[in-house]
């Protein structure tokens, strides 16, 4: 089949796009542009063909403001998705981490970042791990001077034994693999450990409020019927529920958060998915366990195995603050 004709409306469309003087006027149909070119509206050599015409076309200014910026940081964008390209998401993340740029734009951008690396983990390479953790670290710090001084970390003896708490970035139904280990979880505390839980959804798995035009952006699901739940039945169980509303990360819902935890005193968190700010920030008051730690796999038993690890090292002071490390997080 010859593509020749499509990629070159391809071409022409997405090159007026990135020389156009408000690139936030095409916001709908790079939407649009991406979602086709993505789905199948081309072949592999297809769009390869169509990322070298457009890197053929297109230059940018060392110097450049805002406008100028947006459509860089598309283009990149752009570029990897079209040519699975360690050098362009490298690029990428090396942009970003540049940009003149409000903080939660960029939180945006890298969390974009994090969705390419989940569908391509061959681009990653050393240098853009090192990327996107310094842009990561930069964006936790963000949210933690916004919040003002968040208090002492709680010791042991301040903490509740009988409680913990389940943070997860999303909550939906039980055939989805994060949600069906986070009921595993909550199930075996409950009922092996014997300690009360409280699930969490954070609602920002990937966040799309603080948008910054690209041609393709990637959200998540969320059961809007959860949204003023105060729990969810767990194999029969009732398990109190708090779900954040679709801004995250937010400063009112992370006050809310993090204020409710500092009530609460459990005694530790189980972080279900990676990179969550929410998870990073109650680290500095509770040990906070990465879930793919507790729960590697679907296995009850395993998992109650390890909550006992973990629940052991804690009392006995031998871990007196389990770190959330990025470079270790993984969905489960």
Request: proline share 4%.
């Amino acid at each position: 089949m010859n593509e020749f004709p499509i990629v070159k409306e391809y071409e022409n469309r997405i090159v007026e796009i990135l020389s156009c003087e408000d690139i936030t006027e095409c916001f709908d149909e790079m939407l649009q542009i991406g979602a086709r070119i993505i789905s199948g509206a081309l072949s592999p050599e297809g769009k390869k063909e169509l990322a070298e015409r457009i890197r053929k076309s297109i230059y940018f200014f060392p110097r450049e403001e805002t406008p100028d910026m947006l459509k860089h940081v598309a283009y990149l964008h752009l570029m990897v998705r079209l040519t699975d390209s360690k050098e362009f998401y490298t690029e990428f993340l090396s942009y970003v981490d540049g940009m003149r740029i409000d903080e939660k734009y960029r939180f945006f951008l890298l969390m974009q970042a994090r969705y390419l690396s989940y569908q391509k983990p061959y681009i990653i390479t050393v240098e853009s791990d090192r990327l996107f953790h310094k842009i990561y670290k930069r964006s936790k710090q963000y949210y933690s001077d916004k919040l003002g001084g968040l208090g002492h970390y709680l010791k042991l003896s301040d903490r509740k034994a009988g409680q913990t708490v389940i943070l997860t970035q999303q909550y939906l139904t039980d055939t989805h693999k994060e949600t069906h280990i986070t009921n595993l979880i909550a199930q075996e505390i409950m009922i092996s450990m014997c300690q009360d839980t409280f699930i969490i959804n954070t609602n920002d798995l990937l966040p799309v409020t603080n948008v910054v035009p690209l041609f393709g952006i990637e959200g998540h699901n969320s059961m809007e019927y959860l949204a003023n739940a105060n729990n969810v039945f767990v194999r029969g169980l009732a398990v109190p529920y708090f779900q954040c509303d679709d801004k995250m990360p937010s400063e009112d819902e992370l006050k809310i958060i993090l204020g409710t935890i500092r009530e609460v005193r459990p005694e530790y968190i189980i972080s279900c998915g990676d990179h969550s700010i929410t998870a990073s920030l109650s680290a500095k008051m509770v040990p906070v366990i990465p879930g793919f730690q507790i729960a590697p796999d679907d296995d009850p038993q395993h998992i109650r195995e390890n909550l006992l690890h973990y629940r052991r090292m804690i009392e006995e002071r031998r871990f007196w603050q389990i770190k959330f490390r990025f470079n270790e997080e993984k969905i489960g």
